[in-house]
Each structure stands twice: as structure tokens, then as C-alpha cells.
Nanobody
Framework: QLQFVESGGGLVQPGGSLRLSCVAS????????LGWYRRAPGKQRELVAS???????DYVDSVKGRFAISRDNAKKMVYLQMDSLEPEDTALYHC????????WGQGTQVTVAS
């Protein structure tokens, strides 16, 4: 069982950058694949980036080349570096597992606007 607390969101202009952080509590953090998800207003939640226990990453096409997911197993942290942000990236961002989904945290709001 893992629980997550996300942070790092905010208001940023198009083309700007943000780094999201997610700290987990619970056991066996290092054995689970993890992901960053987002839900934009009026849309379904989507998985935007994932990372396996040993660091292999994958991204949805819309963020490839702009976002980078990473993890620090010793600190039980997952990060999402977001560059070249676009208004379409505006959403509430959460971290969670992949095959295993636990309770959703509060998330962190990212708003990209001029």
C-alpha cells in the first residue's frame, strides 16, 4: 500500500517549465512501476509518463520530448520535469502506480496561460 503527496504545480506562461514532485509513503516503493497522470477539465484522466522500478520510461505522444519522469527510490520520490509547456498541459496532475493503483492524492494543479 502506497500513498502519495504531489507538489510543484502552479501558473506558468506557455513555453515555461515546472518540476512536479511526488513523495510516497508505504512499503516496497522501489519495486513498483509508477506514473504521472493528469485530468484536464472535461476530460478523462490520462497517463502521461511512466517509469519502471529500474528506470525505464515511457510517455504519451503529446509530451514526448518535453516531459521527463525520474525517481529516487531512496527518498521514495517521483519527479516530472515539464518543459516547453503548452496551454493543453493545463490539468490536475497526480502520481500513482501502474499495474497497482492506490488511493489518489490531492494532486497538484498546473495552469499554462499567458
Amino acid at each position: 500500500q502506497l500513498q502519495f503527496v504531489e507538489s510543484g504545480g502552479g501558473l506558468v506562461q506557455p513555453g515555461g517549465s515546472l518540476r512536479l514532485s511526488c513523495v510516497a509513503s508505504g512499503s516496497n516503493f522501489d519495486i513498483f512501476a509508477l506514473g504521472w497522470y493528469r485530468r484536464a477539465p472535461g476530460k478523462q484522466r490520462e497517463l502521461v509518463a511512466s517509469i519502471t522500478y529500474n528506470g525505464n520510461t515511457d510517455y504519451v505522444d503529446s509530451v514526448k520530448g518535453r516531459f521527463a519522469i525520474s525517481r529516487d527510490n531512496a527518498k521514495k520520490m517521483v519527479y516530472l520535469q515539464m518543459d516547453s509547456l503548452e496551454p493543453e498541459d493545463t490539468a490536475l496532475y497526480h502520481c500513482n502506480g501502474l499495474s497497482n493503483l492506490w488511493s489518489w492524492g490531492q494532486g497538484t494543479q498546473v495552469t499554462v496561460a499567458s
